[in-house]
């Protein structure tokens, strides 16, 4: 079994800048794939970003496309959205994903519990 744990969620200006971390722990040998999903009050969880298996495929919704960036720590069990220019619309609980399969799908088994990312002045 694998549990995912999200941190660096926080209040910050319209323009800022924010680091999303997903840890995973558990049965972590085969490595994953990665993806960063998020919710705002009203709304349907949306995909904003996602990392293959092996790195070499990087996905992104048009909205962040640009301003945020998914990458995967040198260590197996980790996972990261860089997000810049941040803007209210962005305001959301940002959840992380994770999948061992090694064909890259907006598909993931497992899922943190998310944190509140608040973009305002």
């Known amino acids: 079994q694998v549990q995912l744990e999200e941190s660096g969620g926080g209040l910050v200006l319209p323009g800022g800048s924010l680091r999303l971390s997903c840890v995973a722990s558990?049965?972590?040998?085969?490595?994953?794939?990665w993806g960063w999903f998020r919710q705002a009050p009203g709304k349907e969880r949306e995909f904003v970003a996602g990392i293959s298996w092996s790195g070499g495929i990087t996905d992104y919704s048009d909205s962040v496309k640009g301003r945020f960036t998914i990458s995967r720590g040198n260590a197996k069990n980790t996972g990261f959205l860089q997000m810049n220019s941040l803007k209210p619309e962005d305001t959301a609980v940002y959840s992380c994903a994770a999948t061992e399969d090694r064909i890259y799908r907006r598909e993931f088994h497992y899922w943190g519990q998310g944190t509140q990312v608040t973009v305002s002045s």
């Open positions: 558990g049965d972590t040998s085969s490595g994953f794939a």
